[in-house]
Nanobody, 121 residues
Framework: QVRLMESGGGLVQPGGSLRLSCATS????????MTWVRQTPGGGLEMISG???????YTANSVKGRFTATRDHAEKTLYLQMDNLKPEDTAVYYC???????????????WGQGTQVTVSA
């Protein structure tokens, strides 16, 4: 059974940093395409970064230069390092195995329960 569990969210001031974690089990982590997705308070979904093996395949323009996705194969954990956070980064952050977005909805794959990130002074 695939399990994904995000952690590391919280309240941070603008310009601050957070590191999100996505602990995984139940599948071959090192071979899987993993993606970070966020959902804003207004409900909009955005793919943030996709990583295959140790190669980052995709990074959204909105976070390029500020967010970095990595993975630890030994720990079977996906990370998202978020620096220079802005209020518009406020969202629930999800990790997904093979999931995507279509028509404003999450589709396919397996998803974690999400972790809330709030950027506010």
């Amino acid at each position: 059974q695939v399990r994904l569990m995000e952690s590391g969210g919280g309240l941070v001031q603008p310009g601050g940093s957070l590191r999100l974690s996505c602990a995984t089990s139940g599948f071959t982590f090192s071979n899987s395409y993993m993606t970070w997705v966020r959902q804003t308070p207004g409900g909009g979904l955005e793919m943030i970064s996709g990583i295959n093996g140790d190669t980052v395949i995709y990074t959204a323009n909105s976070v390029k230069g500020r967010f970095t996705a990595t993975r630890d194969h030994a720990e079977k954990t996906l990370y998202l390092q978020m620096d220079n956070l802005k209020p518009e980064d406020t969202a629930v952050y999800y990790c997904t195995k093979d999931g995507s977005i279509l028509g404003g909805r999450r589709i396919g794959g397996d998803w974690g329960q999400g972790t809330q990130v709030t950027v506010s002074a």
